[in-house]
C-alpha cells in the first residue's frame, strides 16, 4: 500500500483527466466536481466549528466555513453560466 498514489493525487489526476475531455463535457464534469466538492468541505467547516464552539481554535474553523460558503455561492455561480450554455447549445 506504500507505493499507492495518495487520494489527493488520484483525485487530482481524475481532475486533468476530465480536463482533456472536449471543453463541452469537460466545463459539464468539472463544474459537478467542484459543486459537491465544495459542498462537502462547507458541511465539514460548519459542523467542526459547531462542535468546536467555545474552544480556542473555533474561530479558524468559522472562518473557514466562511470561506467555503462563499465557494458554495461562487460555484453556484459557475452552475448558473453552465445553464445558460447548455440553453444556447446542447453541450455533449
Known sequence: MENEP???SRVEQLIREIAAEPAEQAVVDLTAVANRSIIELNK???Q???NRRGEPDWGKW???ANAARSGVLQV???RDSLKALTSEKPLT
Do not use: H
Request: charged share 15%; proline share 0%.
Open 62 to 64: 468559522a472562518r473557514l
Open 76 to 78: 453556484a455561480a459557475v
Open 48 to 50: 467542526q466549528a459547531s
Open 6 to 8: 495518495s487520494t489527493v
Open 44 to 46: 465539514l467547516a460548519r
